[in-house]
T-cell receptor, first 115, second 119 residues
């Protein structure tokens, strides 16, 4: 158990809908990252938050957005869903390392199926 | 741009054999970090090791060992005396840590190697 929690574990929805994925980082971790794992794209970085502020953005679609709240949990919002958005969405967290890059600890993931 | 290549898509070995998973990376930064993660059939991503670009010492942890060679931009992972529980997909990942990139700690993953240990 990494200490990172994600809900829900599974989500099945229809095209055009909107969903929210939730993540709670490990205790003490200020950074939260979101990744998408799909068969055709592999593991792709979406976005990073640090202590409530967006720090880095990857190949995140405009239909997707995220935020990190004062209690450090994060939510990833996916809207106008398409079949191709079906994937495993991971959240990860890490402590800040001003001298380098620390390892990220991943949650169990949310499997999204768009029908 | 950073890139990680894991040329071995799938490997199968018989239990107790040794196996090496290859990882080749590309980066323009002189400061970077390399990682290995394991994704067992249950789906979670498990951290195995982190190595920075200034530390070329090989590392051993039980049956696992890692060989980092900057000259060939490789960070290979060897499992000695493999066990059925080692069956998983293994990912190599890279994160650049230059001053211009400060704060952006994204991981760039390879495509993974599916390792099957045959009992």
């Amino acid at each position: 158990d990494s200490g990172v929690t994600q809900t829900p574990k599974h989500l099945i929805t229809a095209t055009g809908q909107r969903v929210t994925l939730r993540c709670s980082p490990r205790s003490g971790d200020l950074s939260v990252y979101w990744y998408q794992q799909s068969l055709d794209q592999g593991l792709q970085f979406l976005i990073q938050y640090y202590n409530g502020e967006e720090r880095a953005k990857g190949n995140i679609l405009e239909r997707f957005s995220a935020q990190q709240f004062p209690d450090l949990h994060s939510e990833l919002n996916l809207s106008s869903l398409e079949l191709g958005d079906s994937a495993l969405y991971f959240c990860a967290s890490s402590v800040e390392n001003r001298g380098g890059v620390n390892e990220q600890f991943f949650g169990p993931g949310t499997r999204l199926t768009v029908l | 741009a950073q890139k990680v290549t894991q040329a071995q898509t799938e490997i199968s070995v018989v239990e107790k054999e040794d196996v090496t998973l290859d990882c080749v990376y590309e980066t323009r930064d002189t400061t970077y970090y390399l990682f290995w993660y394991k994704q067992p059939p249950s789906g979670e991503l498990v951290f195995l090791i982190r190595r920075n670009s200034f530390d070329e010492q090989n590392e051993i942890s039980g049956r696992y060992s890692w060989n980092f060679q900057k000259s060939t931009s490789s960070f290979n992972f060897t499992i000695t005396a493999s066990q059925v529980v080692d069956s998983a997909v293994y990912f190599c990942a890279l994160s650049e840590a230059s001053i211009s990139n400060f704060g952006n700690e994204k991981l760039t993953f390879g495509t993974g190697t599916r390792l099957t240990i045959i009992p």
